[in-house]
């Protein structure tokens, strides 16, 4: 299967002289087709920023990235931005819900601001809506929903605009065990019924391990990439 992901010698570090800290040094991965990979490891070593640079929302200092096999490490800021909206789906750990749009709203506004008419924008985020099963909470607003249903509702958010990349920065750790258990089952999921890649950062090793295949981060580094037999 083709790769979505390659990264060849990704490095990022933050600060200058001494204060300089090195987060990522020479990071190397490859992420197939299809693939559903958890990013584990201790704070602090890169999980998130590695994250970041896959996702277009930061550049590396060093290195290569290869998205859906072009290189994109040197792209515009215009090219990068419509790469983001149009390929890649974002969910982290707080949802970002605004608060003055319902649900069907917050789901609808990654369509609305690319330009799309405000029915079809509504009726794609219907859609997702009823597929991380809040149709019937549609018309609440963040402030009404619960921890759990206003992250699913960040994950329809996600998949509105129909991305094969799917990037999760710690979806579950705001959240209780039952609903950490239910978010994840979900992104399981719409994983394999929109066939998506996904790259999950998590600190739940339990939850990791239901990944495909689980890349260690340790010093800044990949220690070690776990395939599940």
């Known amino acids: 299967m083709s790769e979505v992901v390659r990264t060849s010698g990704l490095r990022k570090g933050y600060g200058s002289g001494e204060r300089r800290v090195e987060v990522l040094r020479g990071i190397d991965l490859a992420v197939a087709g299809g693939e559903m990979l958890a990013v584990v490891g201790p704070s602090g070593v890169g999980k998130s920023t590695l994250l970041h640079l896959i996702g277009l929302l930061d550049r590396p200092d060093a290195g290569q990235l290869v998205l859906f096999g072009s290189d994109v490490s040197a792209l515009s800021v215009e090219r990068r931005a419509r790469w983001r909206n149009s390929r890649i789906g974002f969910v982290f750990q707080f949802h970002a819900l605004l608060p003055e749009f319902s649900l069907e709203e917050n789901v609808a ?13 509504l009726e794609a985020a ?33 998949l509105v605009a129909e991305p094969e990349l799917l990037l999760a920065d710690e979806p579950t750790g705001n959240l209780d065990a039952a609903n950490a258990e239910g978010l994840f089952g979900l992104l399981q999921q719409l994983h394999l019924s929109r066939s998506l890649t996904s790259v999950i950062v998590t600190h739940n090793e339990a939850l990791a391990s239901r990944c495909g295949r689980t890349l260690r981060l340790t010093g800044a580094a ?3 990439a776990c395939s599940k037999t």
């Not at 506004?109 to 924008?121: N, S």
């Not at 597929?131 to 759990?148: I, M, W, Y």
């Open 126 to 158: 219907r859609e997702l809506v009823a597929a991380v099963g809040l149709d019937h909470r549609r018309d609440h607003f963040p402030d009404e929903l619960s921890g759990g249903e206003q992250q699913r509702g960040a994950v329809a958010r996600a």
């Open 222 to 224: 990949v220690e070690e």
């Open 109 to 121: 506004m990654p369509l609305l601001i690319a330009g799309r008419a405000r029915r079809a924008a």
